[in-house]
Protein backbone atom coordinates (compact mmCIF):
# COMPACT_ATOMS: atom_id res chain seq x y z
CA UNK A 1 0.00 0.00 0.00
CA UNK A 2 1.33 3.19 -0.85
CA UNK A 3 2.24 5.91 2.48
CA UNK A 4 -0.11 8.15 0.93
CA UNK A 5 -0.75 9.21 4.58
CA UNK A 6 3.08 9.70 5.52
CA UNK A 7 3.16 12.44 8.41
CA UNK A 8 -0.18 13.01 8.83
CA UNK A 9 -2.07 12.42 12.39
CA UNK A 10 -4.76 10.29 12.90
CA UNK A 11 -6.99 9.45 15.90
CA UNK A 12 -9.23 7.08 15.79
CA UNK A 13 -11.22 6.78 19.07
CA UNK A 14 -13.21 3.21 19.43
CA UNK A 15 -9.67 1.77 18.01
CA UNK A 16 -9.21 -1.15 19.83
CA UNK A 17 -11.75 -3.41 18.33
CA UNK A 18 -13.59 -4.02 15.59
CA UNK A 19 -14.10 -1.42 12.63
CA UNK A 20 -12.30 1.24 14.78
CA UNK A 21 -9.32 -1.10 15.03
CA UNK A 22 -9.63 -1.78 10.79
CA UNK A 23 -9.24 1.66 10.10
CA UNK A 24 -6.43 2.51 12.84
CA UNK A 25 -4.59 -0.80 11.46
CA UNK A 26 -5.01 0.47 7.74
CA UNK A 27 -4.15 3.93 8.10
CA UNK A 28 -0.89 2.81 9.90
CA UNK A 29 0.21 0.28 6.70
CA UNK A 30 -0.32 3.73 4.83
CA UNK A 31 2.44 5.53 6.87
CA UNK A 32 0.07 7.45 9.24
CA UNK A 33 0.79 8.78 13.17
CA UNK A 34 -2.07 6.93 14.65
CA UNK A 35 -3.30 7.27 17.78
CA UNK A 36 -5.85 4.65 19.10
CA UNK A 37 -8.07 6.09 21.97
CA UNK A 38 -10.76 3.74 23.76
CA UNK A 39 -11.35 3.00 27.82
CA UNK A 40 -9.51 -0.50 28.23
CA UNK A 41 -5.71 -0.07 28.57
CA UNK A 42 -5.93 -3.75 28.13
CA UNK A 43 -7.68 -4.03 24.82
CA UNK A 44 -5.63 -1.04 23.41
CA UNK A 45 -2.15 -2.93 24.31
CA UNK A 46 -3.59 -5.72 22.27
CA UNK A 47 -4.56 -3.60 19.42
CA UNK A 48 -1.23 -1.80 19.25
CA UNK A 49 0.60 -4.73 19.38
CA UNK A 50 -1.63 -6.42 16.69
CA UNK A 51 -1.21 -3.43 14.34
CA UNK A 52 3.15 -3.13 15.16
CA UNK A 53 3.05 -7.17 13.93
CA UNK A 54 0.94 -6.86 10.66
CA UNK A 55 2.36 -2.92 9.47
CA UNK A 56 5.48 -2.79 11.46
CA UNK A 57 4.44 0.48 13.34
CA UNK A 58 2.95 0.51 16.55
CA UNK A 59 0.25 2.83 17.20
CA UNK A 60 -0.02 5.27 19.99
CA UNK A 61 -2.91 4.36 22.07
CA UNK A 62 -4.70 5.94 24.90
CA UNK A 63 -7.01 5.31 27.84
CA UNK A 64 -9.66 7.11 28.76
CA UNK A 65 -13.91 7.20 29.15
CA UNK A 66 -15.05 9.16 26.25
CA UNK A 67 -18.56 9.20 27.54
CA UNK A 68 -17.40 12.16 29.93
CA UNK A 69 -16.13 15.36 28.94
CA UNK A 70 -12.96 14.94 30.71
CA UNK A 71 -11.95 11.79 29.08
CA UNK A 72 -12.27 13.57 25.55
CA UNK A 73 -10.41 16.71 26.44
CA UNK A 74 -7.49 14.36 28.02
CA UNK A 75 -7.33 12.69 24.48
CA UNK A 76 -7.40 15.95 22.55
CA UNK A 77 -4.43 17.54 25.21
CA UNK A 78 -2.52 14.15 25.22
CA UNK A 79 -2.59 14.03 20.69
CA UNK A 80 -1.89 18.47 20.96
CA UNK A 81 1.30 17.10 23.48
CA UNK A 82 2.65 14.55 21.27
CA UNK A 83 2.15 16.24 17.67
CA UNK A 84 1.32 19.33 18.08
CA UNK A 85 -2.04 18.50 15.50
CA UNK A 86 -4.43 16.72 14.28
CA UNK A 87 -5.06 15.53 10.22
CA UNK A 88 -7.94 13.76 10.63
CA UNK A 89 -10.60 12.79 13.64
CA UNK A 90 -12.51 9.39 12.92
CA UNK A 91 -15.41 8.88 15.71
CA UNK A 92 -15.45 5.34 15.51
CA UNK A 93 -16.73 4.96 19.42
CA UNK A 94 -20.26 3.41 20.44
CA UNK A 95 -21.70 0.17 21.18
CA UNK A 96 -25.47 0.87 21.91
CA UNK A 97 -28.18 -1.81 23.07
CA UNK A 98 -30.51 -3.66 20.68
CA UNK A 99 -33.26 -5.59 22.40
CA UNK A 100 -37.04 -4.97 23.92
CA UNK A 101 -38.03 -1.65 23.74
CA UNK A 102 -39.61 -2.18 27.48
CA UNK A 103 -36.80 -3.92 28.84
CA UNK A 104 -34.30 -1.10 28.06
CA UNK A 105 -33.69 1.07 31.37
CA UNK A 106 -32.87 4.83 30.83
CA UNK A 107 -28.90 4.17 31.43
CA UNK A 108 -28.87 2.16 28.42
CA UNK A 109 -29.82 5.29 26.15
CA UNK A 110 -27.83 7.60 28.11
CA UNK A 111 -24.87 5.94 27.78
CA UNK A 112 -25.44 5.01 23.81
CA UNK A 113 -25.76 8.86 23.74
CA UNK A 114 -22.70 9.40 26.01
CA UNK A 115 -20.60 6.58 24.21
CA UNK A 116 -21.30 7.66 20.66
CA UNK A 117 -23.10 11.08 20.49
CA UNK A 118 -21.20 13.21 22.65
CA UNK A 119 -18.14 11.97 22.32
CA UNK A 120 -18.02 12.84 18.96
CA UNK A 121 -19.77 16.14 19.54
CA UNK A 122 -17.03 16.54 22.33
CA UNK A 123 -13.76 15.68 19.87
CA UNK A 124 -15.27 17.74 17.41
CA UNK A 125 -15.37 20.73 19.00
CA UNK A 126 -11.67 20.36 20.76
CA UNK A 127 -10.16 19.39 17.43
CA UNK A 128 -12.08 21.47 15.08
CA UNK A 129 -9.50 24.25 15.71
CA UNK A 130 -6.35 22.13 14.77
CA UNK A 131 -8.20 20.03 12.00
CA UNK A 132 -8.74 23.73 9.98
CA UNK A 133 -5.38 24.61 10.32
CA UNK A 134 -4.31 22.02 8.47
CA UNK A 135 -7.20 21.26 6.13
CA UNK A 136 -8.32 17.98 7.71
CA UNK A 137 -11.00 15.92 7.19
CA UNK A 138 -13.58 14.19 9.88
CA UNK A 139 -15.36 11.15 9.04
CA UNK A 140 -18.22 9.64 11.59
CA UNK A 141 -19.00 6.05 11.64
CA UNK A 142 -22.55 5.73 11.89
CA UNK A 143 -24.61 3.08 10.79
CA UNK A 144 -27.75 2.47 8.92
CA UNK A 145 -29.82 2.57 11.30
CA UNK A 146 -29.83 6.36 10.86
CA UNK A 147 -31.99 6.09 8.17
CA UNK A 148 -33.24 2.67 8.79
CA UNK A 149 -35.55 2.77 11.70
CA UNK A 150 -35.79 -0.96 13.74
CA UNK A 151 -37.66 -1.92 16.29
CA UNK A 152 -35.59 -4.37 18.30
CA UNK A 153 -33.00 -1.81 17.50
CA UNK A 154 -33.95 1.81 18.97
CA UNK A 155 -31.73 3.32 20.90
CA UNK A 156 -29.28 2.37 18.03
CA UNK A 157 -31.00 3.94 15.60
CA UNK A 158 -32.04 7.48 17.99
CA UNK A 159 -28.26 7.37 18.58
CA UNK A 160 -27.51 7.34 15.20
CA UNK A 161 -29.70 9.40 13.40
CA UNK A 162 -28.22 12.28 15.62
CA UNK A 163 -25.17 11.92 15.21
CA UNK A 164 -26.05 12.01 11.08
CA UNK A 165 -27.81 15.15 11.44
CA UNK A 166 -25.04 16.21 13.56
CA UNK A 167 -22.69 15.37 10.81
CA UNK A 168 -24.40 17.25 8.32
CA UNK A 169 -24.58 20.34 10.13
CA UNK A 170 -20.95 20.32 11.04
CA UNK A 171 -19.89 19.64 7.41
CA UNK A 172 -22.07 23.10 6.33
CA UNK A 173 -19.33 25.16 9.19
CA UNK A 174 -16.34 22.81 7.51
CA UNK A 175 -17.58 24.30 3.82
CA UNK A 176 -16.29 27.44 5.10
CA UNK A 177 -12.95 26.39 7.60
CA UNK A 178 -11.47 23.97 5.12
CA UNK A 179 -12.55 20.72 7.41
CA UNK A 180 -14.05 17.65 5.48
CA UNK A 181 -16.94 16.29 7.21
CA UNK A 182 -18.25 12.99 5.86
CA UNK A 183 -19.79 10.04 7.31
CA UNK A 184 -19.90 5.98 6.64
CA UNK A 185 -23.26 4.25 7.47
CA UNK A 186 -21.93 0.42 7.99
CA UNK A 187 -24.08 -2.44 7.58
CA UNK A 188 -23.76 -5.59 9.73
CA UNK A 189 -20.45 -6.32 9.72
CA UNK A 190 -18.09 -9.08 11.42
CA UNK A 191 -17.19 -8.05 14.51
CA UNK A 192 -17.36 -8.89 18.51
CA UNK A 193 -19.84 -5.80 18.30
CA UNK A 194 -22.31 -7.48 15.97
CA UNK A 195 -21.92 -10.77 17.63
CA UNK A 196 -23.35 -8.72 20.69
CA UNK A 197 -26.27 -7.39 18.94
CA UNK A 198 -27.47 -10.75 17.95
CA UNK A 199 -26.76 -12.09 21.42
CA UNK A 200 -29.53 -9.04 22.49
CA UNK A 201 -31.44 -9.46 19.95
CA UNK A 202 -31.89 -13.03 20.49
CA UNK A 203 -32.44 -12.92 24.27
CA UNK A 204 -35.46 -10.11 23.65
CA UNK A 205 -37.11 -12.94 21.06
CA UNK A 206 -36.37 -15.87 22.61
CA UNK A 207 -34.31 -17.07 20.06
CA UNK A 208 -30.81 -18.41 19.75
CA UNK A 209 -27.89 -16.20 18.39
CA UNK A 210 -27.18 -18.28 15.16
CA UNK A 211 -31.03 -17.78 14.39
CA UNK A 212 -30.86 -14.18 14.52
CA UNK A 213 -28.12 -13.78 12.61
CA UNK A 214 -29.16 -16.43 9.86
CA UNK A 215 -33.08 -13.64 10.12
CA UNK A 216 -31.11 -10.76 9.74
CA UNK A 217 -28.83 -12.19 6.79
CA UNK A 218 -31.85 -13.26 5.22
CA UNK A 219 -34.05 -10.38 5.58
CA UNK A 220 -31.17 -7.88 4.14
CA UNK A 221 -30.17 -10.52 1.10
CA UNK A 222 -26.87 -10.24 1.56
CA UNK A 223 -24.30 -12.53 0.84
CA UNK A 224 -22.11 -11.91 3.60
CA UNK A 225 -21.55 -9.60 6.18
CA UNK A 226 -19.29 -6.96 6.13
CA UNK A 227 -15.71 -7.15 7.31
CA UNK A 228 -13.62 -4.09 8.83
CA UNK A 229 -11.15 -3.52 5.96
CA UNK A 230 -14.17 -2.71 4.14
CA UNK A 231 -14.89 0.45 6.25
CA UNK A 232 -11.22 1.12 6.40
CA UNK A 233 -10.98 1.32 2.56
CA UNK A 234 -13.54 3.79 2.12
CA UNK A 235 -12.28 6.20 5.22
CA UNK A 236 -9.21 6.12 3.82
CA UNK A 237 -10.54 7.43 0.03
CA UNK A 238 -12.83 9.87 2.26
CA UNK A 239 -9.56 11.09 3.57
CA UNK A 240 -7.38 11.26 0.41
CA UNK A 241 -6.83 14.40 -2.12
CA UNK A 242 -8.97 12.61 -4.55
CA UNK A 243 -12.15 13.01 -1.95
CA UNK A 244 -11.45 16.72 -1.54
CA UNK A 245 -14.86 17.54 -3.14
CA UNK A 246 -16.43 15.44 -1.37
CA UNK A 247 -18.49 16.96 1.57
CA UNK A 248 -21.40 16.11 3.81
CA UNK A 249 -22.01 12.88 2.20
CA UNK A 250 -22.93 9.97 4.17
CA UNK A 251 -21.98 6.65 2.62
CA UNK A 252 -23.57 3.16 3.34
CA UNK A 253 -21.18 0.24 3.06
CA UNK A 254 -23.96 -2.39 3.59
CA UNK A 255 -23.70 -4.68 1.15
CA UNK A 256 -26.77 -3.03 -0.51
CA UNK A 257 -28.69 -3.54 3.06
CA UNK A 258 -30.38 -0.10 3.09
CA UNK A 259 -34.09 -0.45 1.68
CA UNK A 260 -34.72 3.43 1.51
CA UNK A 261 -33.40 6.06 -1.19
CA UNK A 262 -30.45 7.98 -0.46
Known sequence: MTKQFAGKVVLVSGGSRGIGFGIGQAFASAGAEVVLAASSEQTLAAA?????????RRPATIAADLRAEVGCRAVFEEVMTRYSGCDILVNSAG????GDFLAL???DWQDGFD?????CVRLCRLFWPALAERHGHVVNIIGGAAR?????FLIGGSVNAAMANFTKGLAGLGKHAGVNVNAIYPGMTETERVEQLFEQRARAAGKSSAEIRQELIAREGLQRLGRPEDIAALTLFLCGEEARHIQGVAIAVDGGATPGLY
Open 48 to 56: AAAVAAKVG
Open 95 to 98: ATKA
Open 105 to 107: PDG
Open 115 to 119: LKFFA
Open 148 to 152: TPDPG
